[in-house]
């Protein structure tokens, strides 16, 4: 079993950043892939970023690429999302999620169906 809580989450405003973490126990991160999906009210819960287990790979979401970045650190059993340039669109609750996959296959990784544990979430709101 892996635990995982999600924290870094808040208020800022428009064009302001924000850096997510992701706390595991339970298990090493460092066998598991890692993703950052979130959920606007009303909304069904998306893909936001991925990473491989050795963080060679990492994937984003298009309405993500270039403003935030998804990085792991093995030695502290943490997954870090460095969110900048925010816009109130990314407004939503983030979950952190790990799977035992050990791939680089993009529909897979970016898939919520493919993932075994997830954290509690954490909310960001992002003010216009």
């Known amino acids: 079993q892996v635990q995982l809580v999600e924290s870094g989450g808040g208020l800022v405003q428009a064009g302001g950043s924000l850096r997510l973490s992701c706390a595991a126990s339970?298990?090493?991160?460092?066998?598991?892939?890692m993703g950052w999906f979130r959920q606007a009210p009303g909304k069904e819960r998306e893909f936001v970023a991925t990473i491989t287990w050795s963080g060679q790979t990492t994937y984003y979401a298009d309405s993500v690429k270039g403003r935030f970045t998804i990085s792991r650190d093995n030695a502290k059993n943490t997954v870090y999302l460095q969110m900048h340039s925010l816009k109130p669109e990314d407004t939503a609750v983030y979950y952190c999620?790990?799977?035992?996959?050990?791939?680089?296959?993009?529909?897979?990784?970016?898939?919520?169906?493919?993932?075994?544990?997830w954290g509690q979430g954490t909310q960001v709101t992002v003010s216009s």
């Open positions: 339970g298990r090493t991160l460092s066998r598991y892939s």
């Open positions: 999620a790990a799977d035992s996959y050990n791939g680089g296959n993009y529909d897979y990784l970016t898939s919520t169906h493919t993932y075994d544990y």
